[in-house]
């Protein structure tokens, strides 16, 4: 398989502060696997997502994303990737539709060819009845998948993804879930940092356990797995999200998607 | 290069996208200075100049610097609010030209001051202001373009500094104080000796005093040499704060990755 990110040392020290925020963090992802980046607030998940997708410059270390150095190739980096923030970026004014057609020219679509991919995309993410309102009236999810849909324009190889999930009800989540999947299976790599271990336990191939900046514990989530003793058998009463997604499951909550 | 031009209309054509989705907040900003005209004008002028037309040949072509002026609150409120919402961060997770950017925001919002000084301008007809010649007319527009350019740059400045949009709120009490500090509503020979002087050097009087000369409109006769060479002096104030803030606002844009 074909390695898509490989970082050796990445390091970020911010001026006036005494601790690194990451300090020498090793990574590797192949295409068509899922990396999580686990770890408490403040480990250095978001910093090391925004040195990989060249948003900030790492003070040590090198990587390199689709096969461009984060450090001396930025613009190819920003070519090949696609990138999902914490908080939905996009034009809360103009709708989803002139979204997508915004970011598809700039990513150098010409016109018509953006106007098409924006159609795909809305299609694909179920938001054809809302491709006109603007993005500022959309739901949590939609806002979510939007966001996504943006991230996809240029058919990114590696798709980065900071807390996709925080905010979402369990519906909601579970449909961005097979977004991501959809994705996966197609080849694209994924990088996802998220604080709910649930949904590393969903979608991740490889996870990476990140405490103060450094890398606590790394694997494929099959050997982490075994780490975390063996597979106990217990009958658990159903939970209340069992209970909520019959009430609200995929075919009641369209409109929460 | 024409891939950076392209990705500077496109950007451009956002803010236009706005003013579509948005007409009230972009019609209420386009007739803000005619509002201010009316107000000083139909309001004050008879008190500051005897009668109303008389006032209005001298408050056109101050409303119209002062025009300028509030184009500044518009450029670091976008620039913020596109930092709050994370654009900012989206835009340059792209790969479109670095300048595309800052270039894209310079095209919207000289389109949107030239909207204002031609609104303005028409408000000023409508209540007896006549400029001596259309070419001085022309001149004088260039004179406050030139003036609006230099602003751009100083709000993309303190836009990319600036914490939050509250920010923004600041500057927009402080255009008060600012306007009023000038030749633009009244005589600086009428304040107390120090503040006129302020007044008289105050950048806003030389592009209004600028745009009296320009087109033939009476002005406050001035002894001081700023108030004699107005269109040199905004000239110059223009170019220096345009020399000083565009690297300091692109220095500002480089140093986010920090």
């Known amino acids: ?6 970082a050796e040392g990445l390091t970020k020290r911010f001026p006036g502060r005494q601790a690194a925020a990451v300090d020498g963090v090793d990574l590797r992802l192949e295409e068509g696997r899922v990396l999580a980046l ?10 090391t997502l925004r040195m990989l997708t060249t948003l900030t410059r790492p003070t040590g270390g090198s990587a390199r994303v689709a096969g461009a150095d984060i450090r001396t190739s930025g613009s190819a980096v920003r070519r090949r990737i696609g990138v999902v923030g914490q908080y939905a970026a996009l034009d809360e004014v103009l709708s989803g539709r002139a979204n997508l057609v915004l970011f598809g020219r700039l990513l150098g679509l010409a016109p018509a060819a953006a106007r098409q991919r924006a159609a795909e995309l809305l299609v694909q993410f179920d938001l054809v009845e ?21 991230a996809l324009i240029n058919r990114p190889r590696v798709l980065f993804v900071d807390e996709p999930t925080t905010g ?17 299976d197609k080849g694209t790599a994924v990088v996802l940092t998220t604080q709910y271990l649930e949904e590393a336990d969903a979608l991740a191939d490889d996870v990476v356990f990140l405490r103060d900046g450094s890398v606590a514990l790394a694997g494929s989530i099959d050997e982490l797995r075994l780490l975390a003793g063996p597979p106990r058998i217990e009958t658990r009463p159903p939970s209340l999200e069992d209970l909520y997604l019959t009430l609200y499951g995929p075919t009641t909550a369209e409109e929460n998607r | 290069m024409t891939r950076a031009i392209t990705q500077s209309i496109v950007l451009a054509g956002r803010t236009f996208g706005h003013w579509r989705a948005q007409p009230v907040p972009f019609l209420v900003n386009l007739l803000f200075p005619t509002l201010v005209l009316l107000m000083m004008g139909g309001l004050l002028g008879g008190a500051i100049a005897g009668d109303l037309p008389t006032y209005f040949w001298y408050a056109v072509p101050g409303v119209l610097a002062v025009a300028m002026l509030f184009g500044l609150e518009g450029t670091m409120l ?42 303005t301008c028409t408000a000023g007809l409508l209540m007896g202001w006549r400029p001596g010649s259309w070419t001085g007319l022309v001149e004088a527009a260039l004179v406050l373009l030139a003036f609006r350019f230099a602003l751009l740059w100083l709000g993309l400045f303190a836009g990319l500094r600036a914490t939050s949009p509250e920010v923004v709120v600041a500057v927009q009490i402080l255009v008060w104080p600012i306007s009023m500090l000038s030749s633009v509503f009244v005589d600086p020979a009428t304040m107390p000796r120090w503040l006129g002087a302020v007044a008289e050097w105050n950048p806003l009087s030389a592009a209004a005093n600028a745009v009296r000369e320009l087109t033939g409109s009476p002005t406050f006769t001035s002894t001081t040499w700023a108030g004699q060479h107005a269109v040199m002096l905004s000239l110059v104030t223009s170019g220096v704060v345009t020399a000083v803030f565009a690297p300091l606002a692109v220095r500002a844009y480089r140093n986010l990755d920090a």
């Open chain 1, 1 to 6: 398989m074909t390695v898509v990110l490989e």
């Open chain 1, 38 to 47: 686990l770890g408490a607030n403040g480990a250095g998940k978001t910093t």
């Open chain 1, 130 to 150: 809302a491709a006109g309102r603007p993005v500022g009236q959309y739901s949590g999810g939609m806002r979510r998948r939007i966001d996504l849909a943006v």
């Open chain 1, 168 to 184: 979402l009800d369990p519906v909601a989540r579970r449909s961005l879930w097979d977004a991501v999947r959809e994705l996966v």
């Open chain 2, 78 to 119: 976008a620039i913020t609010t596109d930092a709050k919402n994370a654009i900012t961060d989206r835009l340059r997770s792209l790969p479109i030209s670095g300048a595309a950017v800052p270039a894209g925001r310079c095209l919207a919002d000289m389109a949107a001051s030239l909207l204002a000084l031609a609104t």
